[in-house]
């Protein structure tokens, strides 16, 4: 059995936590268990006792025994959906306003009420599939379940329609929101632990025809502390981003659409400047993840702390190093310009297609071309494509797409995805970046002080090559993607750079 294939979870949840040791496998014979690091190997005899068969035992670093736990225990996932079918329509909602503690551990949750373990369930389950989003669709004749994985829904349950308002109510409970209030869109957070994974759900509600649609965003704090080799950038863009945050001063940008991994590149470059030796403070909205040593704050437009006020509040804090979600507006972007020619390294993000963008963008914000010009020190775009599954992947012959998209290299072995047990049948198995990164040195900063068109600006930053349409290519070329994958990211990349 691979590590990461889901372990059967015969034994009691409670009693392998406690005791150190899980089952990994094995057949009628011989049991495959696992021991941790540590733990009292007479636990071994219960084992075998409640197994009633030898025992093969594979000794389990910390972690390891910690990421087995959870893949065990995580995989009772929707089991309980079916029960949640037989509800009654008239049922109380008084089991949905019993206290919880602030976290709440899901595997060990021993609660029989089935609208209780089809949520937890359902969090497992998004927890176990890698799910970044749980959406809770509810229309007149069926309340339907979907979670966003790899960047693509997917549809995991139809439910009764009748079921909705408790599963929206229980929910709402969980994340300390008012019940009661129907009308409004409400936001709030679940801590939750599976094992040893800590995560942080982000829930928001919005009232719709059908009932409250309500959005369960899953963080996995784990997530929040990849370093930069990590992120799989290419060597040189990880050289410029490297050089870029060894300066003192100076503005970094990483622009991209929703969901394509700007917040996780930042928090990467605070893990390496985060050495002590510096303050750093951020402004987000939401703080996704928490990390130790880095003061951050929230945005709350209610009470006037919007990323301007928090921005030019912190630049009173004596900060080092300064992180600002997002610069969507022209007085943010203001702030953000002064702070850096005042000594600060800001680091931030823009929505913009492509890097050079980002420059026209804050240019209609009205930074002075020349302050652009002696602030930004590097500009990073980037998209996330869903990797193809190495257990399933077939060679497939390159028709007229991907010869306009590869280019005239026969020799290119090209991919589709198939499926199988091991990515979900979905043929895809977890996300890679494609970068493109634009150091800003002298030439570049007299072509941006003089006001100089998009274009202009492209060829000389991008003369080398490097450019988003060329690492998606290169992508494909590796085998990580397939060609429609590639399109389906980075499509308007491509069109622009004359080849599709």
Do not use: W
Not at 95 to 114: F, G, H, N, R, Y
Not at 128 to 139: I, K, Q, T, Y
């Amino acid at each position: 059995m691979t590590p990461s294939a889901p372990a059967p979870a015969a034994l009691p949840y409670a009693f392998a936590k406690a005791h150190g040791v899980v089952l990994l496998g094995g057949d009628g014979t011989q049991a495959h268990v696992g021991l941790r690091e540590g733990a009292d190997a007479r636990a071994l005899l219960e084992v075998r006792r409640a197994l009633a068969r030898p025992l093969r035992v594979e000794r389990l670093e910390r972690g390891a025994f910690d990421r087995r736990l959870s893949e065990a225990y995580a995989d009772a996932g929707l089991g309980s959906a079916a029960e949640a079918g037989a509800l009654d329509a008239h049922g109380s909602l008084d089991a949905l306003v019993d206290d919880i503690p602030a976290t709440a551990d899901l595997l060990e949750s021993q609660d029989d009420a089935p609208i209780i373990r089809l949520i937890n369930g359902l969090l497992a389950e998004a927890a176990r599939l890698g799910a970044s989003d749980v959406h809770v669709e509810p229309f007149e004749t069926a309340l339907r379940v979907r979670f966003r994985v790899d960047g693509v829904m997917r549809e995991m349950l139809s439910l009764p329609a009748r079921i909705a308002p408790l599963l929206v109510s229980r929910v709402k409970v969980m994340a300390r929101l008012d019940i009661a209030e129907k009308r409004v869109p409400q936001d709030g957070r679940i801590s939750v632990a599976m094992g040893a994974r800590a995560l942080d759900v982000r829930v928001s509600t919005l009232p719709a025809r059908g009932g409250e649609r309500v959005v369960m965003r899953l963080l996995d704090k784990d997530q929040g502390t990849l370093s930069l080799p990590q992120l799989g950038m290419p060597a040189p863009v990880l050289r410029s981003f490297r050089q870029a945050l060894a300066v003192p001063n100076g503005i970094v940008l990483v622009t991209g659409p929703t969901g394509s991994g700007k917040t996780t590149t930042l928090y990467a470059g605070l893990a390496r400047l985060n050495d002590g030796s510096r303050t750093i403070l951020t402004v987000e909205d939401p703080v996704e993840y928490a990390i130790d040593g880095v003061g951050q704050t929230q945005v709350n437009n209610k009470v006037g702390m919007t990323f301007a006020a928090g921005l030019r509040a912190i630049l009173r804090q004596d900060p080092d190093t300064v992180m600002v979600g997002e610069i969507r507006d022209p007085e943010t972007a203001q702030i953000a310009v002064q702070a850096s020619l005042t000594g600060h390294l800001v680091l931030s993000t823009v929505h913009t297609n492509d890097a050079i963008g980002a420059i026209t963008r804050l240019r209609d914000m009205g930074i002075e071309p020349f302050l652009l010009a002696s602030t930004l020190r590097l500009i990073v775009a980037q998209r996330l494509v869903r990797r193809l599954c190495p257990h399933c992947r077939v060679e497939r012959e390159p028709d007229t797409l991907s010869r306009q998209l590869m280019g005239d290299d026969r020799d290119t072995v090209l991919y589709r995805a198939v499926g199988c047990a091991q990515c979900s049948h979905t043929g895809f198995r977890g996300r890679v970046g494609v970068y493109e990164a634009v150091p800003v040195d002298e030439a570049l900063r007299q072509l941006i002080g003089a006001n100089a068109d998009e274009d202009s600006i492209a060829r000389l930053a991008f003369s080398g090559g490097g450019r988003l349409s060329q690492a998606a290519r290169e992508c494909v070329a590796r085998g990580d993607t397939t060609v429609e994958e590639a399109m389906r990211v980075a499509r308007q990349e491509l069109d622009d750079d004359g080849d599709v």
